[in-house]
């Protein structure tokens, strides 16, 4: 990693260690944005986040549920993990994809909106990933499950979208190879 990452991710470090130190902060911020290396340092910061509604998570290499189960954030209706943008290749989702519903649950239950952008998955891991969240109930307001530019292509089985159910939730899909640095649409 050359020494303009390491001090982004050092001055991303520090500004979170900032934050934890100062938890008695009221903070009105209703949409927030971090780094997957500062949430595997996050400590639980009581109320200071309660107000973030909409709440992103920018990956360098691959995201695990470890982290996400990191954060608490109970008035997050909207979440993205993305690919972050000094990043030269798209960031992967290194788990089971079907343990991804409980550790969103962990986050918020309240989540309305849930996006992957960037993140290489394909046709067989986004398939995995609807069927997890249209069989569990621990996300009852989940409404949109999105994937843009994830590694899907027109091949992609569309059958699985359909849900009949009471949870219904609506899949956007934008087919398309993750955007990294090194291989720009």
Not at 33 to 43: A, I
Not at 68 to 85: D, F, G, M, N, S
């Amino acid at each position: 990693m050359n020494q303009h990452h390491d001090d982004f991710y050092s001055s991303s470090s520090s500004m979170a260690s900032t934050a934890k130190d100062d938890c008695n902060t009221s903070s009105t911020a209703t949409d927030l944005t971090v780094t997957d290396t500062t949430l595997e340092g996050w400590q639980d910061c009581g109320s200071m986040f309660d107000s973030v509604k909409r709440f992103t998570i920018q990956v360098r290499y691959a995201i695990t549920c470890d982290v996400i189960h990191r954060i608490h954030l109970p008035a997050v209706t909207e979440l993205t993990i993305q690919t972050h943008e000094y990043t030269d290749y798209p960031a992967i989702l290194h788990d089971d994809p079907t343990s991804l519903p409980n550790a969103l649950h962990q986050v918020s239950s309240h989540l309305v909106k849930f996006t992957f952008r960037d993140i290489d998955i394909g046709n067989d891991q986004a398939e995995c990933i609807i069927q997890a969240f249209r069989s569990t109930h621990d996300l009852k307001h989940l409404r949109i499950l999105g994937f843009i530019r994830c590694g899907t292509d027109e091949s992609f089985d569309r059958s699985i979208f359909d849900s009949d159910d009471e949870h219904k939730i609506i899949v956007e899909i934008v087919h398309g190879e993750p955007i990294s640095k090194l291989f720009p649409e």
